[in-house]
């Protein structure tokens, strides 16, 4: 994304400037007197309008999803290529793809089961969402697994964009960061690994969130193995299972950080066979 329409939708939503609007049960973000009507143009022009409401149930929802998943352009390689240009930080916005990927990998259609959120795929019974300003979140560099609706969002807008051109240096980012991780000791909690990749500056472009989100990916690959649950690279995970599991987590390292990389230590490594059998065959 370019600077300008970037610094737009900073104006808009980097700060809670809205209102909740309850008979329409959403929250508005007020467009500000910095932003003008040819800023407003630009963000339309791009498919960014703010206040960009939608209102999806969980059917509809799960059926634009399996079409994704039907596509021929949704390739592990489209979704793995994305991600080394967002890990090196030339293309923030990258960073999503692979996760919503992962989510789609092995979702099968259901009926809903639950009361407000799907017991079997997480997706909500109704919900509306500002898709600008969830897809503002990936512009800026955020990856996120734990809400399903959100891979939808994201997707939709993913599959408009070509097929990053993948370098040796793409690469090469993706095998620093995992030897970085290697030389982790055996105690060593999620919490204490962003810290680590922080002091020492091995990813451009990131804060504490971002990296999560980065860590996240590659544990939902299982390269980060856990003994809770497995990667969604290797299975579809129920909602409910995931909520039973994460009940497993020991105070020692619960935290915010939630399955599957809050299930990591040190003492879990890196699967780097399992990281060969999922980049290794990205081609250009």
Not at 20 to 36: C, D, G, M, S, W
Not at 61 to 90: H, N, P, Q, V, Y
Request: proline letters at 4%.
């Amino acid at each position: 994304m370019d600077k300008k329409t970037l610094s737009i939708l900073k104006k808009v939503y980097a700060n809670e400037n809205g209102s909740y609007n309850p008979t329409l049960n959403r929250h508005e973000h007020k467009i500000p007197a910095t932003v003008t009507q040819a800023d407003l143009e630009i963000l339309s022009s791009k498919g960014l309008q703010p206040n960009n409401f939608e209102t999806f149930d969980h059917d509809n929802a799960l059926e634009r999803l399996l079409k994704i998943k039907e596509d021929k352009k949704l390739t592990s390689g489209f979704a793995t290529s994305m991600f080394l240009k967002g890990l090196t930080g030339e293309m923030p916005r990258a960073r999503q793809t692979l996760m919503s990927y992962l989510y789609l990998r092995h979702l099968y259609k259901h009926d809903f089961a639950g009361k407000d959120t799907c017991e079997i795929c997480g997706l909500p019974k109704v919900e509306t969402e500002d898709k600008t300003h969830q897809l503002y979140t990936y512009y800026l560099g955020h990856s996120w697994n734990e809400l399903p609706l959100h891979y939808l969002i994201e997707l939709e807008e993913a599959l408009t964009f070509d097929k990053p051109e993948i370098t040796q240096a793409d690469r090469n980012k993706l095998t620093e960061l995992l030897d970085f991780i290697a030389q982790a000791d055996k105690k060593e909690t999620p919490g204490k690994l962003e810290q680590r990749i922080a002091s020492h500056k091995i990813l451009d472009q990131t804060d504490k969130y971002k990296r999560y989100g980065i860590l996240q990916t590659l544990a939902e690959c299982g390269i980060l193995p856990n003994p809770f649950i497995k990667p969604r690279y290797e299975a579809f995970i129920a909602q409910k299972d995931l909520w039973e599991a994460s009940k497993k987590l020991t105070t020692s390292f619960r935290s915010d950080i939630i399955l599957p990389l809050g299930g990591w230590k040190g003492e879990n490594g890196v699967d780097k066979e399992r990281c060969k059998e999922i980049f290794d065959a990205v081609q250009n």
